[in-house]
């Protein structure tokens, strides 16, 4: 799964998984908030989860986010 996940993805889920907004994230990245969510849903349709917490909750498991 984790491979499947691209450097931009994993930026946006590294500050996901620290609480950050799209908008926020979006501003730190110079990204649209469209964007981050456009991150964020590939992400979930890439892993095969329902919700962002799913995801986060995978991703400290697996070591890509602290």
Known sequence: MGKEIS???LKVLNLIAKGLTSETIGQKLE???STVQTHRRNMLRK???NNTQQ???WAVKEGLVE
């Open 7 to 9: 450097k931009a993805e």
């Open 31 to 33: 990204i649209t908030k």
């Open 47 to 49: 892993t095969g989860f």
């Open 55 to 57: 995801l986060v909750g």
